[in-house]
């Protein structure tokens, strides 16, 4: 159903939302055990990255965060979603 997640660094991990690597997330976990959640993937997203935090041992209300690179659909589809399931505030990253 889901591919798990692949770690990167210590703390970091890449969560799939689509495929196994055609669209993901990624969890910066801190030292106080809380997550930053970068990028919340396509709506309907939420279900895996749930699953996929819990894979990593963690819940949704460790989410303290939630970064959106930009606005597309793949990126920030979920975002809503994420916002409401964890509490966490929910960002947009602007560039010029």
């Known amino acids: 159903m889901t591919s798990a997640p692949v770690p990167l660094a210590p703390g970091v991990w890449r969560i799939p939302t ?10 910066f ?3 106080d055990g ?4 970068i990028d ?7 279900k895996k990255l749930v699953a996929g935090l819990s894979e990593i ?4 209300a460790d989410v303290n965060r939630i ?3 930009h606005a597309h659909h793949d ?3 979920g975002g809503a979603a994420m916002r409401e399931c964890t509490g966490a505030p929910l960002h947009i990253l602007q560039t010029r």
């Not at 196994?20 to 990624?26: A, R």
């Not at 919340?40 to 939420?46: E, R």
């Not at 041992?57 to 949704?60: A, V």
Request: without cysteine.
């Open 18 to 27: 689509l495929g196994k690597n055609l669209i993901n997330s990624f969890a």
């Open 29 to 31: 976990v801190d030292k």
């Open 34 to 37: 809380t997550v930053a959640l």
């Open 40 to 46: 919340a993937g396509l709506k309907g997203a939420s």
């Open 57 to 60: 041992g963690k819940r949704p």
């Open 67 to 69: 970064l959106l690179t």
């Open 75 to 77: 990126h920030g589809g």
